[in-house]
């Protein structure tokens, strides 16, 4: 049984992945010092990253997940995000930080957090392993805690899957599809 596509080059090593989230950790940690922070891992593409940044920070953390549906791939839609799992902690009066491994259009970002704020989180920020800004369909939206820009390639690896699959890649390499051969 072999994965669908074709892996290409290495876009970016685990070594830049590893320096990334120091970065990241640090800025988080000296931002929020003193205090408490929640993690909120959008699944499934969050999940390597969120357990490579919790290890790395200097405040106590907290960690809760979320499922949304990925209407953010699809045309224009309801734009209502449509909850998969909700969280499981109350965020009322908590630093809330979501952990997403891509912002491409942005759509699904700024639909969850019209919804977290509703819930009366002290503050909410959004920190987002890569970010592909030439993607965004969302005017203005602000990614808090950005890792690395991408170019506009298929990438997977990371958490990025591709029909399921390449998530458990350690580094980020583009992928080539059959349609393309
Ligand atoms: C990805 C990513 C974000 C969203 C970003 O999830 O984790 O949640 O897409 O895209 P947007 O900025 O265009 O809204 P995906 O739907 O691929 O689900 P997955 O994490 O389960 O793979």
Redesign the pocket.
Known sequence: MTRPGELGDVLISEAEIRAMIRRIADEISNDYAGREVLLVG?????FMFMADLVRELKVASQVDFM???????ETKSSGVVRILKDLDEDITGRHVIIV??????????SKLRELLLTRGPASLALCAAFDKPS?R??ANLKVDYTGLEIPDAFIVGY???YQGFY?DLPDVRTLRLEAEN
């Open positions: 959008v699944l499934k593409g969050a499922a949304v549906s990925s209407y953010g791939k997403e491994d891509i912002i491409d259009s942005g759509l699904t970002w993607r369909k969302v958490g990025l899957d998530r």
